[in-house]
């Protein structure tokens, strides 16, 4: 009970920070979607945390699953851009806390859309279970389709999402990258880091959950890991990570060119590489 105590105040901080409001209700945040690449749209429907939408040309892949209670917000901002959900084939989920993954089961229900996660972070779940199901908030139980493999990129129609396990903020972070292209043939490199919240890498939670203390040093790698690829359009898993993202945003005309920007990447890799150093006092 204590765990579940720890981890939903630390849930719940993060909301209130976000938000600067004083109740933790996402869900009552609308966003209506936009345009951040390609067809590619941000459908998260709420302003905390995120979930994309790519039309690959033969359905569509949806990256993250946001919060059961969220639900009617990402379906509806799917529905605002004239898809129709039930085209949603694949859904790849980051990391198994229950922001990212809570939506899963009863959208795959809705959609049949195959579930795709990494196998650490199966394990984790099924070993962690008080961390990922927890109340107040509604987590749908559920089965990965299929686990991310390392030379096996996912593919619908014109895209490949590469994933790249990317551990330390759960022992399975998965971060994804894909190229799309525009009406003229230009390519731009868009991805998602699987999770950078640093509020899951204290020695105080490691220690509660029973997780090992290494993942430190494994989210210092995952971050330099990161910070070598070069990449045209950031995606942020939470949107407050990024300065500035909604209101770059434009919902007239899809205009996607504010969010090309390759330092945006690195810059976002070394302040969390710094924001570690705070966390552990030393150097990383
Ligand atoms: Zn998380």
């Known amino acids: ?66 919060m059961q209670e969220i639900m009617y917000l ?48 199966w394990d984790f779940m099924q070993n962690h279970r008080e961390v990922v199901f927890h109340k107040p908030f509604a987590v749908g139980d559920f089965t990965p389709d299929k686990f991310y493999e390392k030379d096996c990129p996912v593919t619908l129609g014109k895209i490949t999402v590469e994933t790249l396990h990317t551990p330390g903020h759960t022992p399975g972070t998965t971060s994804f990258f894909f190229t799309v292209a525009d009406d003229k043939g230009t390519k731009y490199r868009c991805a998602m880091p699987g999770g950078l919240g640093l509020n899951s890498l204290s020695n105080q939670y490691l220690d509660k959950i029973g997780l090992p203390r290494t993942l430190q040093k494994s989210f210092c790698e995952s971050l330099r890991k990161l910070k070598e690829i070069e990449v045209d359009i950031t995606l942020p898993s939470h949107p407050d990570i990024l300065e500035q993202f909604f209101e770059l945003a434009d919902r007239k005309t899809c205009n996607f060119q504010l969010y090309v920007n390759k330092t945006v990447w690195t810059q976002l890799m070394d302040s969390h590489i710094r924001m570690m150093e705070q966390l552990l006092g030393r150097p990383v």
């Open 1 to 66: 009970m204590e765990d579940q105590t720890l981890h939903l105040d630390m849930i719940v901080s993060k909301i209130q920070n976000s938000l600067k409001r004083t109740c933790y209700r996402p869900w009552e945040a609308a966003v209506a979607p936009f345009c951040v690449a390609p067809k590619v749209y941000y459908v998260g429907g709420n302003d905390w945390v995120a979930c994309y939408l790519i039309d690959t040309g033969e359905g569509l892949i949806l990256i993250d699953a946001a």
């Open 74 to 121: 990402v379906t509806e901002s799917v529905r605002l851009l004239g898809y129709d959900p039930l085209d949603i084939k694949k859904i790849l989920i980051s990391h198994a806390h229950l922001d990212h993954c809570g939506g899963v089961r009863a959208l795959s229900e809705y959609t049949g859309a195959e579930i795709y996660m990494s196998r650490e972070d």
